[in-house]
């Protein structure tokens, strides 16, 4: 719980810098330039296509990382984002519905799945997860970290799946609710936690994790990662940048993190 206190979310920093470099850096030297704001799950993904769209097409791609919730309210609130990539429909459709997007810009671009980890030394092994599996006890008397089912999508649909399998009511006051999936990612990394539930993408990427369970499609909507250009940002930089999401190379860079690509 410390850890999740102290931590600075990846979006307020680098809204900072976003801020600084729009106020102080002359317009001619903005042009080929790119503002996205992408969903915490697709930090590598998203990383690394951005590399490589610069390489290709001459582009940068400035970043910002967090919260699919925190992005859609940055943006609501006059954040200089360009294209958005959220990590379920609902604050997609949240911006939507506040007429802040590009509508006929929008698709959906990417799916994936709810895993249960454990940190990679722990004795827990592998589980079956099915209704009223023992969640609780697996959690004894600590507790598990998963993002905020309030707000973060990936506790969102980790909340549903919960509830669908009976178990949500037996293990919610023992929920630490992290700001976004790689905060409880690294909670169960560091050992914090016993348990912890993210998407099966986060917890390929760190060897400090397990996966010792993975959620049924059924028990939960479908996980659905659409992309958009903001209104009154649809620029070229941003058009090719959305091009480039739908490429075989950032194909090959989704499916290298275990993103399956719509």
Known sequence: MNSL???ISYSTWTLCILLLF????????????????????????????????????GIKAITSFASSSTLA?????????????SANKKWMDYLEQQQMIVSHTRFDLLSNRLVLIAPAD????????????????????????????????SGIYGKQAMETLGVWEGIKKKV?????????L???ARGEVPVGQVYATDAAISDKVKIIGTFPE?????????????EGQDIPEAQAFMTFLKSPDAKIIFE???????
């Open 176 to 184: 630490v609710r992290a700001k976004d999936v790689r905060a409880a």
């Open 22 to 57: 729009l106020s102080s850096t002359p317009a001619t030297s903005q042009e080929n330039t790119v503002i996205v704001f992408s969903a915490g799950s697709t930090i590598n993904a998203v990383t690394d296509i951005a590399t490589l769209f610069f390489q290709k097409k």
């Open 122 to 153: 722990s004795p827990l092994s592998t589980i079956t997860i099915k209704k009223d599996f023992p969640l609780a006890s697996l959690i004894g008397d600590e507790h598990m970290a998963m993002g905020d089912p309030d707000h973060v999508p």
């Open 5 to 7: 206190k102290k931590s």
């Open 256 to 262: 290298k993190y275990g993103f399956s690509v719509k």
């Open 73 to 85: 309210r940055q943006i609501e609130q006059g954040a200089p984002a360009q294209v958005y990539i």
């Open 186 to 188: 690294v909670l169960v």
């Open 218 to 230: 059924d028990t939960h909507s479908p996980i659905v990662y659409p992309a958009t250009i903001i």
